[in-house]
């Protein structure tokens, strides 16, 4: 970033310098992008602040961490060490919504598989597996693939600003809050596996057994690895595989 560009945003940033009516414009102008760019980024945190406190506390961030170009994509990647910053223990943000760091991390995580080059989804590839050995294919994982570990339904979460004003919002955000009553009461973390189906961001919370499959998936294993990690049960190898594929989980078959 140029000096020009450095002495501009510092300008933007100070209340004392920003004098003239064509800064204050600046200024304004500047804090409405930032924070429109934060909206977009954050939507569920969004959400669960409200409009006024999510403008309040967005507007601590901007000041807290100043935009260093001019180029919005990655303005909130310091979301959570602010959220976790001295600049909020006095607020009682943290005690109020414990859950608001892992929802701010899987909403920045959401856009950045926006972001990401695409893997296409080849279906004819499955037909290897009719004839090649297993243990000389692997899968070709989905777009943004990979696991995830949280202490709150934060898979649950993620819908709630797309439900919110329908008829299924009440009961919807009811299953929300006996969800985050359970997540308190564990003393582990639970395991979720991210990914992108047709250009959308997706989640799915894992039990014990799927964890183990969806971990030899991210290290590339081979498809023989990974059938005998969903179990020895014929149909239940089945039944995850054409999840697996219809979710676009995973996207093609590999020969090695």
Not at 1 to 8: I, K, P, R
Not at 10 to 35: C, G, P, R, W
Not at 58 to 81: A, C, E, L, R, V
Request: aromatic share 12%; proline share 5%; glycine share 4%.
């Amino acid at each position: 970033m140029s000096s020009y560009q450095a002495a501009l945003i510092d300008v933007i940033f100070s209340t004392e310098k920003a004098q003239s009516n064509a800064l204050k414009v600046y200024q304004n102008n500047y804090l409405e992008n930032a924070l429109n760019a934060l909206s977009i980024e954050f939507p569920t945190v969004k959400h669960l602040l409200g409009e006024d406190n999510f403008r309040g506390m967005m507007s601590q961030y901007i000041n807290t961490h100043p935009k260093s170009d001019f180029n919005w994509s990655y303005f909130g990647q310091h979301m959570n060490d602010f959220l976790l910053s001295d600049a909020l223990s006095d607020s009682g943000v943290l005690e109020e919504m414990p859950f608001l760091v892992e929802v701010a991390s899987i909403d920045w995580q959401f856009r950045m598989i926006e972001k990401m080059d695409d893997v296409p989804f080849q279906p004819s590839s499955f037909a290897l597996m009719q004839s090649h050995p297993p243990e000389n294919l692997s899968f070709e994982v989905a777009t943004g693939f990979g696991l995830i570990e949280a202490y709150f339904p934060v898979d649950l979460f993620i819908d709630l600003p797309t439900v919110s004003g329908t008829d299924q919002y009440p009961p919807y955000l009811e299953k929300v809050k006996k969800a985050i009553e359970s997540a308190i009461k564990l003393s582990q973390p639970r395991s979720f596996v991210v990914w992108r189906r047709e250009y959308q961001p997706c989640i799915q919370a894992l039990d014990e057994r799927q964890r183990q499959t969806y971990e030899r998936l991210a290290e590339n294993a081979s498809v023989q690895e990974v059938l005998e990690s969903v179990g020895s049960d014929a149909e239940a190898i089945s039944a995850w595989l054409q999840n697996a594929i219809q979710a676009q989980q995973i996207c093609a078959v590999v020969n090695e």
